[in-house]
């Protein structure tokens, strides 16, 4: 997300992070393992940072169907 709305949120709980990308659990706390994208601590929640996961599914190569 480049400029986010005023009131848009910059993150959320992974929950939110799976629905709005369709990521399982797995792929999500493999790419934060990884560093690939960022995440803050508030207390025990945890809130992923959207636009890293906007960088993240930008960055993997275009689809090729296969000929």
Known sequence: MANPAP???THGPPNAVMQRYSIGRTKLYELLKDR???AKKLGAKT???????????????DYQAAA
């Not at 636009?51 to 930008?58: E, F, W």
């Open 7 to 9: 009131n848009s949120p």
């Open 36 to 38: 690939r994208i960022r």
């Open 47 to 61: 809130l992923i940072e959207f636009a890293s996961v906007d960088a993240y599914l930008a960055d993997l190569p």
